[in-house]
């Protein structure tokens, strides 16, 4: 079975200032690859996916992440954080054979500083 | 297009009672899924319907249980509720039964358990 992992619980960036969120997953072969952002009293926004193809994908909101085969990572990065930007980031994956619904890393709760 | 709609979006019940919420997904999907999300064990899927049947289920007790209407719109029921059922419920919706769907989330039904 696939997993997720965010390491960071919580992290605190300066307005202004460029984040990468990491998220490392498990799995046998390339997953179908999610980040989710959830404001406070929220459900999930989709921020980005990545399927195949080129491994920089651009999201919403000036999020990018890339995927690294490699590491087995799906950071996700933005160059400027602006303050709306606080709230808790998920990862998740989707198994890309059989059937399979989307697991979740823990998430990543950002706080944004004046 | 309207979002994922959930009702109620609060609800508070007591020990031992039953719940039962409701989801109306994306017009068009034919997928719903549930998640329970708590603080201490993050986001968990519970069951996903397609075209009527369970097509997939999450580690719960069978205490949890849902069904979907001909209409796409979903309900999961908790008879005898614990006080460890007190999350928010999430419920997502996706065109068709394939992994590299997006699933698109509502903003869920927060449920405290006195």
């Known amino acids: 079975a696939q997993s997720v992992t965010q390491p960071d619980i919580h992290i605190t960036v300066s307005e202004g200032a460029s984040l990468e969120l990491r998220c490392n997953y498990s799995?046998?072969?390339?997953?179908?690859l999610f980040w989710y952002v959830q404001s406070p009293g929220q459900g999930l926004q989709l921020l980005l996916k990545y399927f195949s193809g080129d491994t920089l994908v651009q999201g919403i909101k000036g999020f990018e992440a890339e995927f690294k085969r490699s590491q087995s990572s799906f950071n996700l990065r933005k160059p400027s954080v602006h303050w709306s930007d606080a709230a808790e980031y998920f990862c998740a994956v989707v198994a890309n054979s059989g059937y399979s619904t989307l697991t979740f890393g823990k998430g990543t709760m950002l706080l944004v500083s004046p | 297009k309207a979002g994922v709609t959930q009702t109620p979006r609060y609800l508070i019940k007591t020990r031992g009672q039953q719940v039962t919420l409701s989801c109306s997904p994306i017009s068009g999907h034919r997928s719903v899924s549930w998640y329970q999300q708590t603080p201490g064990q993050g986001l968990q899927f519970l069951f996903e319907y397609f075209s009527e049947t369970q097509r997939n289920k999450g580690n719960f007790p069978g205490r949890f249980s849902g069904r979907q209407f001909s209409n796409s719109r979903s309900e999961m029921n908790v008879s005898t509720l614990e006080l460890g059922d007190s999350a928010l419920y999430l419920c997502?919706?996706?065109?068709?039964?394939?992994?590299?769907?997006?699933?698109?989330f509502g903003p869920g039904t927060r449920l405290l358990v006195l």
């Open positions: 799995y046998g072969a390339t997953p179908y």
């Open positions: 997502a919706s996706r065109r068709e039964l394939a992994n590299q769907e997006t699933q698109y």
